[in-house]
C-alpha cells in the first residue's frame, strides 16, 4: 500500500467513530438542556430539607449512560467533554434497572431511564425531581415507605373492598375539585369516614401498604407536579382492582393537595411524626362541623356493579394473560426446585400479575436464587409458583419463562456440575441440576436433585 493510500476497514472505523462522536455530542446538547431545565423547575419543589440539585442523577437509554453530580463514578465512566459534573459510559449499570433511588458507589443517586431518540426536557426535568425526591425519602425518612411483600397478599378480589373503594375515590375526587370551601371540607371528611369503614375490613398489613404507598409515591408525585404545574387528576370511574399501587401515587397527590389547603403546616407535622397522610387529614378536620356528603343511593348502587363488572374483567385480563404466556414461543424455559425453594433478590413491583393464591407472572424484571441457583430475567416474562401462603416470600419451586430464543447452554466445573444458561433476558446458572433439553418441543428444563450448598 503506497505512504498516501488508506485503507477501506480504516476509513470505515473511522465514520463510525466520528458518527458516535457526533451522537455523543448531540445528546450531551440534550442533556444540557436536560439540566437547565431541572435545576429551574426544581426550585419550585418546596419540602424542607430537599435540595434536588444537590442530589446525584442518573441517565440511560440504549446509547449509554450519564453520570451527573455524582462524587464517585465508576469504572469506565469518563468526565463529558466540556462538562465539569457530567460522566459518561457506554455501558448499563445493573443498578439502572427502573426509575427509582439506587446506591450507585456508595451514594444514594436518582435514576432514570430515558426514552430513545429526541428527550423532551420538560418531561423529563419533573420527573427527576419526581426520582430526586425519592432519595430524599430513602436517606431523611426511610419510614415513608410500603412493604411491596404486603402487595402480594392485598385482597384485591374482594368485592365488598372494591365498592368501598369506589366510594371512597369518588369522595376524594369531589375535595379536591370542590369550588367552595364548604364542599371541599364535606366531601374531605366523607373520604375519611368511607376509609376509616374500608380500611375496618382490610387486613392491618394492607391497610399499612396503602399508607405506606402514598408517603413513598404518593408525595414524589405531588413534589413532581409542583414542578409541572399540574393538578391531581382522580379518576371519576376509579381504579382497577389491582392497580392499587397506582392508586397510591393519584391518592397520596390528592390528600397532599387537601392537606395545603386545610393544613399548612403539615410538612412540617409529617417530618416529625411520621405519620399517615389521612391521619394528619384526619386531626385537620376531625372536628370541624359541617354539612354531611354522601353519595346518592343510585351511586351507591353503581358504584357496586361496577366494582362487580371489575372483578370479572380482572379474571378475563388474567386468563389472557396466562394463554398468551403459554403460547409464547419459540423456546421455554422451566426451572424446578421443589425440595430447595428459591427466594426473590430483587423485582419490578410495577410489573407483575398475580394469578391465583400462589402464581405470580413477572412481565418485566425478576431475580430468584439459593445457594444453588442465580436465575435471572429481563424485559422477558416469567412465571413463578410459590410453595406457601405468600406466592413469593415463602420459596419458590418453580420457575417458567417462555418467549424466548434457543437457549445457549454452557458448562464447567468438576464432573460439568455448573450449567450457565442465556437465552434473550433470561440469565441462569444452576450447580447440581439434572438437564434435559427438548429440541423438538423447544423446552429446556432443569431439576435440582441435590441440597444447595451451605
Known sequence: MSRGAVSRPFICLFLILFALAGCRHARSNELEEVLETYDSVSKEARWPGFLPQEIPLALHDSAGTYLIRHPSPPAPFRRLRGFSHIFAADT?????QANTAAEVTGTWTATIIAPDGDWDAQALAPLLVHEAFHVFQTVSHPGWTANEVDLFTYPVRS???????RLETAALRRAVTARDSVRELCWAQEFLRQRRSRFGRLPAEAAAYERGAELREGLARYVEALVSGEDPVV??????PEDVRERAYVSGHAIAVLLDRLAPGWKGDLAENDASLDGLLGEAIGGVRVRRCAASTDENGRARAVARTDLQALEGRDARARVAFERAGPWRVEV????HPLFPKQFDPLNVRILGSRSVLHERWIQLSNDAVELEVLNDVALTHGVGP?????GVDRVDVTGLPEPAIEESGEANDTVRVRAGGLRLTLIGAEIEVDAEARVFRATLVRPPRR
Open 92 to 96: 448499563v449499570l445493573s443498578e439502572l
Open 159 to 165: 368485592l365488598a373492598t372494591l365498592h368501598g373503594r
Open 235 to 240: 379518576p371519576g370511574d376509579g381504579f382497577p
Open 336 to 339: 424446578s426446585a421443589q425440595h
Open 390 to 394: 405468600h406466592p413469593m416470600f415463602d
